[in-house]
Every structure is written in structure tokens, then in C-alpha cells.
């Protein structure tokens, strides 16, 4: 999945990931409607009480895309997964989530046979307000300091990460800000994730001129899943011109 992914940044400058939270009681037709606009499908909540097994393998038949699971505990794993975000939330003030839940699931994971991805989960303002920065403990990094969620990045990729990811939160008032993207994009070689609060295709167009190499958005298909065609035209839009 993950060669796949870089293989998608590659040709077409941005990839679009699109967020099912398994506790939503509709994913099946999130999943329907997305089929034909992302190019991955990304699985998880911070709050876990679904049978996850099945879902997963529901979304896996619908939409006949890679799943990424995306646990937000030690629960949210399933063999049904293609791969797994293998996730530090770097920024939290509880070691339990930057490091010991991690380390819980890694033989389960092993075990699965999961793809397991090296990512540097960061939480940016305002994650504060939102779920993953309440349960995740997180250690906000203001807007106004990009180069803190940059110094982050670098610090990931030197301990062998090869993604980050800029979280607001999920249904965050406001997505990342721009500079944190570009300052961590110049400053690291890591590939980038940004999420939280990206509603419309002028925001994520924007994001992948100014450095991600994935978008990816989850309130806005639970709301508005014909939305997708037009977050995938802009993100590829914009993917293209960076390439050129
Ligand atoms: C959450 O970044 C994702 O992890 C998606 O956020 O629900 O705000 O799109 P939204």
C-alpha cells in the first residue's frame, strides 16, 4: 500500500485519502459514493465501539480500494486491513500514545500479516476543540509557530519515519495552516499528510501547492459524499502543476 501511495504522489503530485469512521452508521454508502474518487480509504475513529472486523471488510468489497487502518487505541486493528498507519502521536503529554499503545499492537499486527506505515502523528491548532485532542492528551502547537510542526517533521524523518501527518482534528473550525505545510515540506524529507477541517476544493488545492502530498477529509464525505469528485479534481489539479 505504502509503494502504491508513492507511486500515486509520484505521477500525479498529491494523493486524496478519503476517512470512514466505522461508527458511522451509513459507511456503507460513504463507501459507495467514494469508490471512484479516492485513491485510498483510511479506517478509524478515536472512539472505537463497532464491530470492526466486518466494516472493514464491507469497505474493502465496496469500494475495491487499499484500506489504511488508522486506530485511534489498541483495539483498532483488524486483519481485514490491507495496512495500518503504525502511528506515534509525537506531540501528546502521555507517553501512552506517543509510544506504549504503539507498542501494544505491534505483535497482533505482525501476527495479521498488517502492512505496517511508519507515520509521525502531529497535532496542530485547533485540535484542541476536537476529539483526538482530548483523548490523545495533545501538546498543541500554535498556528502561529509553523516552525515548531516543521521541527516536529524533521525530527520524524530523522528517526526513520517516511510520513507525517498535520492533524487540526476531525470537524476542526479550520484546517492546517499553510506555512506549517511549506516550512515542513522545506525542511524535511517526509511525505505529508494534512487533515482536519478541509471542507471545501479551494482549501485542499491550496494545501498540496503549499507541500501535501496527501489530503485527506472525513467530516466532508460524511456530510456531502458527492463533494469527493470535486476535492479529488482540485487535489489532482494542483498535484499536476506541482509537478510540472
Ligand atoms: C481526521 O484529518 C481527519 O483525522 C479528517 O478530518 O473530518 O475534519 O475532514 P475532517
Not at 502492512?115 to 476529539?131: H, L, R, S
Not at 485532542?133 to 502561529?144: K, L, R, T
Request: proline share 5%.
Amino acid at each position: 500500500v505504502e509503494s502504491y501511495l508513492n507511486d500515486v504522489i509520484k505521477k500525479e503530485g498529491a494523493a486524496y485519502a478519503v476517512l470512514i469512521d466505522p461508527d458511522e452508521k451509513n459507511y456503507a454508502e460513504i463507501a459507495e459514493k467514494v469508490k471512484d474518487y479516492a485513491d485510498v480509504i483510511i479506517i478509524g475513529g478515536s472512539i472505537g465501539i463497532c464491530n470492526l472486523d466486518d466494516i472493514t471488510k464491507d469497505i474493502k468489497e465496496i469500494t475495491n480500494l487499499p484500506t489504511i487502518l488508522f486506530p485511534g487505541n489498541v483495539d483498532g486493528i483488524t486483519k481485514e486491513a490491507d495496512a495500518l498507519f503504525y502511528m506515534t502521536l509525537m506531540n501528546s503529554k502521555n507517553t501512552y500514545w506517543a509510544i506504549t499503545a504503539p507498542t501494544l499492537g505491534c505483535i497482533k499486527i505482525k501476527k495479521e500479516g498488517i502492512e505496517p506505515i511508519p507515520m509521525a502523528y502531529i497535532g496542530v491548532e485547533p485540535i484542541q476543540n476536537t476529539a483526538v485532542g482530548y483523548v490523545g492528551e495533545v501538546n498543541v502547537i500554535p498556528s502561529a509557530k509553523p516552525e515548531i510542526a516543521a521541527m516536529y517533521c524533521l525530527s520524524a524523518s530523522y528517526f526513520g519515519m517516511r510520513w507525517a501527518y498535520l492533524e487540526a482534528g476531525s470537524g476542526a473550525k479550520f484546517p492546517i495552516d499553510n506555512k506549517a505545510i511549506a516550512t515542513a515540506k522545506h525542511l524535511a524529507d517526509i511525505n505529508i499528510i494534512v487533515g482536519g477541517g478541509i471542507r471545501n476544493p479551494e482549501t485542499a488545492f491550496e494545501k498540496v501547492i503549499y507541500g501535501a502530498d496527501v489530503i485527506v477529509t472525513g467530516t466532508l464525505t460524511e456530510e456531502n459524499p458527492e463533494a469527493v469528485k470535486e476535492m479529488r479534481n482540485a487535489i489532482k489539479k494542483a498535484g499536476l502543476k506541482k509537478l510540472e
